[in-house]
């Protein structure tokens, strides 16, 4: 900075040091410059000081004792030292003989110990150089990294107080005029809403505000009875505010390099080096506030909302939601009906914010009751408390599952799940069959134990022949913890999907919908009788299905496992297979838990 023309007094405080070491710094530059071969005037001019000090530096310089520690003796006197120290006199002798007294010899001695371990020397190559006993070179090693660390701390604590200083500059001259807010929670409301107006989930705005998720909808929750919030439109976090424009010139002024004022503002370095890149002055300096207003106006394209100046598609986009229609059944239908006028165009995430975004406009809020979800604000998705890893070891993943699985070309690849009752004491355990989509229902009135589990697996595919029974895929839930016993008893292959991954799963996940229009969440699963349960896995198994071309799963089902057991028996009594498989069905499991087998 004093290169830049500023005042010595000016540079030390913003580099957070007194004014004595701004002077000290000043006069070891101006020494290292007069060594480089420049005269006096050349190394004031390169300093770029003028203070009057220079001359008594410069005649120290030419004397010789600008580097010495002891100023009132005279090189000569060192030298006499040093040349009886070298022809081996110790340091009382060679002190005598210089005329000077023990502690300046020893001081000499402890300066040369500094020089030689500043050159590279170890200290016990510097010890045996000038004979030193250990304890002494110990304790001068000591001093001086004591000395290598005080200095690095208050370099810097210097830096520190120099950014700090800066910020909090900035700071208070930005927020003069700004009034203060009333408390943290007013503070965190009011930036929850900003973020939700811009169309950001509860999710993203709860961690950008920094609060839980659940906070976060407690926050729209407390809302809803004293109205929306309304939105107060704010520059986004992904461009540069002018209050980080200003830190970045003060820190560039103290020299930091592009990395380091990165990490101060918490930025990518390609953003710094473009922000003063881009804004730098004729004479190359870098003028925040001049960068800011120009990246201001350069970022406005303000364009008009569609809903609020074409009555012609408000009008119709308000019919159809009073018909019931969602937003994307509306866009869809715009595009059709008007190919060819774009100010007809709509999407579907338009018509979603105006309705259900605090502050949205557009479209009258009474039509919020018409969407599917009936709800006025949209509802909070968050994730759940992360979940231990469980007790399933020794998974085969569903990465490793034969493609035969996936191209749905033979039968016998089943998907297992559990459904859980009220308070997750009561279950039920699902299979379905990926190609037939036919379902067993397994009713585990009790626990859900992996016990429990592997006992309702076996049952239910112990009747079913070899080939019908391939390979099972279920999740990582810990009830599977016995799937090695299951593979043994039954000779087929268990496979993992990942963890919150119901879509590899998605027939089982699926049937586990159906079954849930007879079996509600929150309700009681033991309640539910054996013959309840085949009932309900009959009437599932004899719906047509789309994806079968409405056909029914127990028909497809059943004709697999006729061909299955017609193809075993033909290989041992060809001529008896009709009379045996003519009157063959399997309409409904007859599979339930042991507890509801013994009532």
């Excluded at 006499?80 to 210089?98: E, G, N, Q, Y």
């Excluded at 190559?125 to 070179?137: D, N, P, T, V």
């Excluded at 914010?353 to 998705?381: E, F, H, I, N, Q």
């Amino acid at each position: 900075m004093v290169r830049e023309g500023r005042s010595l007094k000016y540079s030390a405080r913003m580099a957070g040091v007194h004014l004595e070491v701004g002077y000290q710094w000043l006069r070891a530059e101006f020494f290292v410059l007069r060594e480089k071969g420049l005269d006096c005037e050349q190394a004031r001019a390169q300093l770029g000081c003028l203070t009057s000090k220079i001359s008594a530096w410069d005649a120290s310089f030419v004397s010789g004792s600008y580097n010495r520690h002891h100023l009132r003796v005279e090189s000569r006197v060192e030298d006499k030292f040093w040349a009886a120290f070298v022809v081996r006199r110790t340091v009382t002798d060679a002190s005598a003989i210089a005329g000077v007294g023990r502690s300046t010899g020893y001081r000499w001695m402890e300066k040369r110990y500094y020089q030689l371990r500043e050159e590279g020397v170890t200290p016990m190559q510097a010890r045996r150089r000038l004979r030193l006993g250990k304890r002494g070179a110990a304790a001068w090693e000591a001093r001086r990294t004591l000395r290598v660390n005080t200095d690095d701390r208050s370099r810097q604590a210097a830096i520190a107080v120099a950014i700090r200083e800066s910020a909090e500059r900035i700071s208070a001259e930005l927020t003069r005029k700004a009034e203060l807010k009333s408390s943290r929670t007013a503070a965190r409301d009011t930036r929850y809403w900003e973020l939700i107006g811009r169309g950001e989930t509860n999710v993203s705005a709860s961690t950008l505000v920094g609060v839980t998720p659940h906070t976060g909808a407690n926050i729209q929750r407390a809302a809803r009875n004293r109205g929306a919030l309304p939105w107060v439109p704010s520059p986004t976090d992904r461009h540069l505010s002018l209050e980080e424009r200003l830190q970045i010139a003060d820190l560039e002024h103290l020299g930091m390099s592009i990395r380091g004022i990165a990490r101060e503002i918490d930025r990518a370095p390609s953003t710094v080096m473009r922000e003063l890149d881009r804004h730098r002055n004729e004479q190359g300096r870098y003028l925040p506030r001049t960068a800011d207003e120009n990246a201001r106006r350069n970022r406005g394209r303000p364009r008009e909302r569609k809903l609020l100046t074409n009555r012609k598609l408000r009008a119709l986009v308000q019919r159809k939601l009073d018909r019931c229609w969602s937003p994307e059944e509306i866009s869809g239908w715009l595009k059709l009906t008007y190919p060819d006028d774009p100010s007809m165009r709509l999407c579907p995430e338009t018509m979603y914010r105006a309705l259900l975004v605090p502050g949205g406009k557009g479209l009258d809020k009474k039509y919020c009751t018409k969407l599917r979800s009936g709800r006025s604000v949209r509802k909070p998705r968050w994730l759940g408390a992360s979940r231990s890893l469980g007790a399933v070891r020794n998974m085969t993943m569903i990465s490793e599952r034969p493609e035969e699985v996936e191209t749905k070309k033979e039968v016998g690849h089943w998907e297992g799940d559990l459904i859980l009752g009220l308070r997750c004491r009561s279950a039920m355990m699902t299979l379905r069959e990926r190609v037939t989509q036919y379902g067993i229902i397994v009713n585990l009135p009790l626990d859900h134990t992996s016990e429990s589990v592997k006992d309702a697996v076996i049952k239910a595919f112990r009747g079913l022949p070899k080939r019908m029974r391939k390979t099972l895929t279920w999740d990582q839930g810990t009830e599977m913890c016995l799937h090695r016993e299951i593979a043994a008893a039954l000779d087929l292959k268990i496979f993992f999907a990942e963890r919150c991954s119901p879509w590899q799963r998605g027939a089982n996940e699926n049937f586990n919908g159906l079954a849930r229009q007879y079996f509600p969440k929150g309700t009681d699963l033991s309640v539910h009788s054996l013959a309840h349960v085949r009932a309900v896995t009959r009437e599932l198994n004899t719906r047509p299905r789309k994806t079968l071309d409405y056909a029914t799963p127990a028909t497809l089902f059943n004709a697999e496992r006729r061909a299955v057991v017609h193809r075993r028996l033909s290989a041992v009594a060809p001529a008896a297979t009709p009379a045996v498989t003519s009157s063959m069905s399997w309409d409904y499991p007859v599979f339930s838990s042991p507890v509801l087998q013994r009532q």
